[in-house]
């Protein structure tokens, strides 16, 4: 039986965009733009009258703004995920968005190959962030008094009992965007520790990539919260 392709509204308040992001898409077998808005209303109208699986839009829409699009779509579509395709100096916006139930952020600079690859994952009920954006967001969403709380007092309340302190600390730095040498600097170890300490954490956690472990991080709240 052929699986079904993932349903995405497009909203966006330059024709231009709409045109491009489009163009992408139609390309893309496992995918069906089932729509198009041309501002923050017609993007709420259209999400609750077609459910799609996922909305990609603007954050700064026409006659409503991105942020009441989402808070609208939150609370009128249950299965509806939302990807955010906005310039990259609008962090702190990124932080807001993505505690009202935005599951990912694409700068407009984003290679179109990863416009695919972000509705895919998102759809899949994963985070999408870049690498950039993940280390903001750590940041926003954990003060240094629980960064300092998680490092020193072990586990959070959804974290996994596999992980060790030392693989949890590792977790966060990565989070925060440090290299393996800085990390290695940072904790008085060897970069080849800290490189086994990641790949034991990639095999526990089932993640291939310091990205993916970021985003994971951000997911379970491994950084947020003190048991």
Not at 27 to 36: A, M, N
Not at 94 to 119: N, Q, W, Y
């Amino acid at each position: 039986m052929a699986i079904a392709p993932i349903r995405v509204l497009i909203a966006d308040g330059h024709p231009v965009v709409l045109a491009g992001l489009r163009s992408v898409l139609a390309d893309r077998p496992g995918i069906q733009v089932v729509g198009e808005a041309n501002d923050g209303m017609e993007a709420i109208d259209k999400a609750v009258e077609l459910s799609p699986d996922v909305v990609l839009m603007d954050l700064k829409m026409p006659k409503v703004d991105g942020m009441t699009v989402l808070r609208s779509l939150h609370a009128r579509t249950q299965n509806t995920k939302v990807i955010l395709f906005a310039s990259s100096e609008r962090k702190d916006d990124f932080v807001e968005a993505m505690k009202l139930g935005c599951s990912g952020v694409l700068p407009r600079d984003t290679p179109t190959h990863l416009i695919e690859k972000s509705i895919i994952k998102v759809h899949a009920g994963e985070i999408w962030l870049d690498s950039n954006t993940t280390a903001a967001v750590i940041r926003q969403f954990a003060s240094p008094a629980e960064l300092h709380a998680t490092q020193s007092n072990g586990k959070t309340s959804r974290e996994r009992s596999q992980l060790s302190q030392r693989e949890r600390e590792i977790i966060i730095l990565i989070a925060q965007g440090y290299k393996n040498k800085e990390i290695a600097e940072k904790m008085f170890i060897t970069e080849q520790t800290v490189k086994n300490h990641l790949h034991n954490v990639f095999d526990k956690l089932g993640v291939s990539d310091r990205l993916e472990l970021a985003l994971y991080a951000i997911h379970n709240s491994l950084h947020l919260r003190t048991s």
